[in-house]
């Protein structure tokens, strides 16, 4: 089925230089709805990108648009999107629920509804009895809640979210990855930038791996690292009872690259370029009968995996 | 969940009417919002100081020694004091820590970025932020003004005061000063709004017109026409002398100078409207 950039993310050739300084480089996306991670070390370009999409800085190469609006027209964009930005600042002297409405009513809604919008925003990110207290003397993560809540009052169809989860408690990440799980669930596009590689792991559809300003990958997890296979054989655990034995039948076949008894004699590990080969190898020997295998665990098909090899090596 | 967002599109997008009622709520939530800082902010603890400064000074001088001798010098005396105390010191830099703050001080906040990233076009954001500024300023400067001559007058000399007023040119008089302190502040605030749009330090601007607006008695004729000053005192009800060293130029008529100053002005947030759409929000170098 063909996608329409009405209903994607679209950078095309998109370059930003601060100055003389990189901040991204020739990047060509499309991002459709669901969960997208922005993964990548400090200064990769994971902000640049968010704001770029929010036209808080604009390209200075490319063309990028936002389900088909271009990011320097306000005005329509930030009726299809919201922005949770990393900066944990806001305007002097205003509670949660003014800081909310008055935003809504700048956008124009009418006051009635910009309430009631207000109030199920707030209600959304658990912040409704601490509504009416000035933001100033909120905790860090109820700060954060409260920008979260800002950023969905307006019912945004992308919502874009640097590292969202900093400063929350494990109770409340976990409440929140929930609610982005059930807004991507909704059709919502959800881009968001994190550096805890498993909770990225837990709630993305596909990533961005960035690094120096560049895209080093990008696509559903498993599938980028499919497509590292050849230079990063794919590495199983299988916990058995004779693992020698095991490695020596499995050593003969050629998907297999490399067999390791694990250190504790319990199991064994196997490289290999050919996952689904080498599962229909492993079935075949282990109904001959003979070993017992007690599990199999992928050990690098993840995006920690992914991150080591394709940006912690460099 | 985009529903609502687009049905207030569908509603507010329409038409021209639709888009003009749309900015006109705009900017009253703006001015909402912002007048509630100007006023009430800590910022604004500065300029409630330095417009309660001629104030005091004139209760001061009034209680020790008395400005005039009769009411006759009194005119004269409050021109003197009004162009050198409240126009060129109190309005202009009230005005400049007002406007220079809309957006300045917002960067420096590191809040501005929800404005940019709400569902309205710059251009309103700029007329609303500026409406604010302007609000403000001639509220509290133009209070001052009126209480400031009230005090010239009245302190000492009641009933011929109140002669001056009632039967002679005293609120003729007051109509002007506190139109010239409002066309200062719709002339300085433009520029102040847009220096605090577009200069990392805005002070070193501020103080170069400063010194622009000072010695523009120095300027020949031409020169005193590219400034604010020249035009507002233009309008003075009472002219005073500039000094031995005044180069002396013909005021520029008030149907000139009024609709002029408010054209350049309307030029000058134009541009800034023009300056807007290429803004970015890099807070960390600012």
């Given amino acids: ?314 | 969940m985009s529903s609502t967002a687009e049905t207030i599109q569908t509603r507010t997008g329409a038409t021209n009417g639709a888009n003009v009622s749309l900015w006109m709520r705009q900017i009253a939530a703006i001015l909402r919002l912002e007048l509630k800082k100007n006023f009430f902010g800590k910022r604004s603890l500065l300029v409630y100081l330095l417009a309660m400064m001629p104030i005091g000074l004139l209760v001061l001088v009034e209680a020790i020694n008395p400005l005039g001798r009769d009411t006759a010098q009194l005119p004269t005396v409050f021109s003197i004091f009004y162009n050198s105390l409240i126009l060129r010191t109190v309005v202009f830099f009230g005005c400049a820590w007002i406007f220079m703050n809309l957006f300045r001080g917002e960067i420096v906040d590191r809040s501005l970025h929800y404005y940019f990233l709400s569902a309205v076009r710059r251009e309103v954001l700029i007329t609303g932020k500026y409406l604010s500024g302007l609000l403000t300023s001639v509220i509290l400067f133009s209070t001052v003004t009126v209480v400031c001559m009230l005090i010239v007058f009245f302190s000492h000399f009641y009933s011929s005061s109140t002669r001056f007023f009632f039967d002679g040119p005293g609120f003729s008089q007051l109509f002007w000063y506190v139109t010239i302190t409002i066309l200062a502040c719709v002339g300085y605030g433009a520029f102040f709004l847009v220096v605090g749009l577009f200069v990392r330090n805005p002070i070193i601007p501020a103080l170069l017109l400063y010194g622009w607006e000072w010695i523009n008695f120095l300027l020949p004729p031409l020169l005193k026409k590219i400034s604010v000053i020249h035009y507002l005192n233009s309008l003075v009800p009472v002219p005073v002398s500039e000094g031995p060293f005044a180069v002396v130029a013909e005021p520029t008529p008030a149907w000139i100078s009024i609709p002029g100053l408010l054209i350049v002005t309307a030029l000058v947030l134009i541009l800034a409207g023009t300056r807007i759409h290429r803004m970015e929000i890099r807070y960390g170098n600012d």
Avoid: W
């Fill in chain 1, 1 to 314: 089925m063909t996608v329409s950039s009405e209903q994607l993310i679209v950078f095309d050739n998109v370059s930003k230089f601060y100055g003389e300084i990189l901040g991204v480089n020739r990047v060509s996306l499309e991002i459709p709805a669901g969960i997208t991670s922005l993964v990548g070390p400090n200064g990769a370009g994971k902000t640049t990108l968010m704001n770029l999409m929010c036209g808080l800085l604009r390209p200075t190469r490319g063309k990028l648009t936002v389900l088909g609006i271009p990011t320097d027209q306000p005005e329509q964009l930030f009726r299809k999107v919201g922005y949770c930005s990393q900066f944990d600042s806001f305007p002097r002297g205003l509670t949660a629920r003014e800081f909310i409405s008055s935003f809504l009513l700048v956008s124009g809604f009418p006051r009635k509804e910009a309430d009631e919008l207000t109030e199920a925003a707030l209600n959304r990110v658990e912040l409704l009895p601490a509504a009416d207290r000035k933001l100033g003397a909120y905790s860090k993560g109820m700060r954060q809640r409260a920008r979260l809540a800002q950023s969905i009052a307006h019912q945004p169809s992308v919502l874009i979210l640097d590292e969202p989860l900093n400063g929350l408690d494990p109770m409340v990440r976990a409440e929140t990855i929930a609610l982005f799980k059930q807004l991507a669930a909704d059709g919502l596009h959800l881009i968001i930038s994190s550096h805890i590689l498993h909770e990225v792991d837990m709630m993305s559809d596909r990533v961005v791996l960035l690094n120096n300003g560049y895209v080093v990958a990008e696509g559903a997890i498993h599938g980028v690292r499919d497509e590292m296979d050849v230079e990063h054989p794919m590495q199983v655990l299988i916990r058995c009872n004779q693992p020698s034995a095991l490695a020596a039948q499995m050593f003969g076949k050629t998907e297999v690259v490399e067999a390791r008894v694990h250190d504790d004699r319990q199991g064994l590990f196997i490289k290999t370029r050919n996952p689904d080969q080498f599962y229909l190898s492993l079935n075949e020997v282990v109904a001959q009968g003979e070993i017992s295998v007690e599990s199999i665990t992928p050990v690098d098909d993840d995006l920690s995996a992914v991150y080591e090899y394709l940006i912690g090596a460099q």
